[in-house]
């Protein structure tokens, strides 16, 4: 089983559309959390990180569940910029990043 | 400013050369990375610097040579690369949190744009 799995997709949304992203991770001792995205030919960008209770930034809503080593992305009112790679990242140890595989969005007008 | 720089952007080797590919970051980050990524595929670890030390190489074949010369900097030296070594190396770079004076954890990791090469 790979530590961090994603579904690649591509996810096809129209503008204003919401869609959401889900990750599962294997290491039930990680204990921190990240969505990066990385354009293509570009380097990953921290989007944000993702907090037991939740978090929000602006049209982006992150949530953790322990219990169920779930991680979930939603997006909201997708914009065509908004188009990318999406990973999902979990620390594992001290210093250790494990990037998931990446779920594609395509937003289209 | 959270600009870590890398350089070159491209880099084309022969399997019998020797390059280095360099990073730079002037954030005061104490720990600096090396990432390999393969198209489609995501970052994968190669080694971590703590502090200027060699503190995890992920069983990386000895081709690969890190070196991190100060605070700043960090090198990747290449010799007798394959093919299959072709792919964007990232070079990353973060805090290290402290709790008691004790390196306790490790915050936001920054990336450079990263050195795309092709080894033929």
């Known amino acids: 089983r790979k530590e961090v799995e994603q579904d690649p997709g591509p996810f096809n949304v129209p503008e204003g559309a919401t869609v959401a992203f889900n990750c599962t991770y294997s290491?039930?001792?990680?204990?921190?959390f990240f969505w990066y995205r990385q354009d293509c030919r570009k380097e990953p960008k921290l989007l944000m990180s993702v907090y037991s209770s939740g978090n929000e930034d602006g049209r982006f809503t992150a949530q953790l569940n322990r219990a169920s080593q779930y991680i979930s992305l939603l997006i909201r009112d997708s914009k065509l910029s908004d188009s990318a790679t999406y990973l999902c990242?979990?620390?594992?140890?001290?210093?250790?990043?494990?990037f998931g595989t990446g779920t594609r969005l395509l937003v289209s007008p | 400013d959270t600009e870590v720089t890398q350089t070159p952007k491209h880099l084309v080797m022969g399997m019998t050369n020797k390059k280095s590919l360099k990073c730079e970051q002037h954030m005061g980050h104490r720990a600096m990375y090396w990432y390999k990524q393969k198209a489609k595929k995501p970052p994968e670890l190669m080694f971590v610097y703590s502090y200027e030390k060699l503190s995890i190489n992920e069983s990386v074949p000895s081709r690969f040579s890190p070196e991190c010369p100060n605070s700043s900097l960090l090198n990747l030296h290449l010799h007798a690369l394959q093919p299959e070594d072709s792919a964007l190396y990232l070079c990353?770079?973060?805090?290290?949190?402290?709790?008691?004076?004790?390196?306790?954890?490790?915050?936001?990791?920054?990336f450079g744009p990263g050195t795309r090469l092709l080894v033929l």
């Open positions: 290491n039930s001792a990680s204990q921190s």
């Open positions: 990353a770079s973060s805090q290290i949190g402290l709790r008691g004076g004790k390196p306790d954890y490790q915050e936001t990791q920054y």
């Open positions: 990242v979990v620390k594992v140890g001290f210093q250790k990043l494990v």
